[in-house]
């Protein structure tokens, strides 16, 4: 885990073992089969989504291994939502809400963007904790925040709750909410754990 004033990701060449994945998602069913399968999460070398551009990733048309950009090796946490006593795995982000974000919305960030969105404009891969946003808004407020939020501006709102941690239960009383990992549709539920495994992974980019 990163503390403060510390360096964080060093140039390093990946194991010939490391397994190249060009988003999110791929990265999570690569880790979700192999914890599946009872082995050693493998080391991913990351050529796309949130989370690679969080870390300054270059564009995907760039292959840092053949171009003679250096590679940069980083610890990263793994998100782990329990439902029903299944585990599902994220990299990025967690986000439960309904069609067209009506009604509650809960998102947990681990990386920074969420598509076109800097909805983790404090989050930090490495840190420990996932940077979590709950509440609801009006139309005219989702659109407002919409917009804010290509900025990471969104925040503070008075009818969104943020905190950071690395446990949460979550519990929905009114209707299910349908839960996207790393921007894939998964299951629709009521109730769910999520915690943050510290320094599980290690991504190259």
């Known amino acids: 885990m990163i503390g403060p004033g510390s360096e964080y990701g060093l140039p390093a060449e990946p194991p010939s073992s490391a397994i190249v994945v060009d988003s999110d998602a791929a990265g999570s069913m690569v880790l979700a089969e192999a914890r599946r399968l009872g082995e050693r999460l493998p080391a991913l ?3 796309g989504g949130d989370l690679h551009r969080t870390l300054g990733g270059v564009p995907r048309s760039v292959d840092r291994r053949t171009d003679g950009h250096q590679m940069i090796r980083f610890p990263v946490d793994l998100g782990v939502v329990e439902v029903d006593g299944t585990e599902h795995l994220f990299l990025a982000h967690a986000v439960l809400r309904l069609p067209l974000w009506r009604g ?8 920074q963007w969420c598509g076109p969105l800097d909805l983790g404009p404090r989050s930090h891969p490495g840190d420990g904790l996932l940077d979590v946003t709950d509440g609801s ?6 659109l407002e925040a919409r917009r804010r939020a290509r900025s990471g501006t969104h925040l503070p ?6 905190r950071r941690t690395s446990q949460l239960f979550i519990e929905e009383s009114d209707r299910p909410l349908t839960l996207h990992l790393d921007g ?22």
């Open 45 to 47: 070398v990351l050529r």
């Open 104 to 111: 509650r919305f809960i998102v947990l960030m681990n990386a």
């Open 137 to 142: 808004l009006t139309l005219r407020q989702r």
């Open 157 to 162: 709102h008075p009818d969104l709750r943020t």
């Open 184 to 205: 894939v549709r998964v299951l629709r539920c009521r109730t769910a754990t999520v915690t943050l495994e510290s320094d599980a992974v290690t991504v190259y980019v």
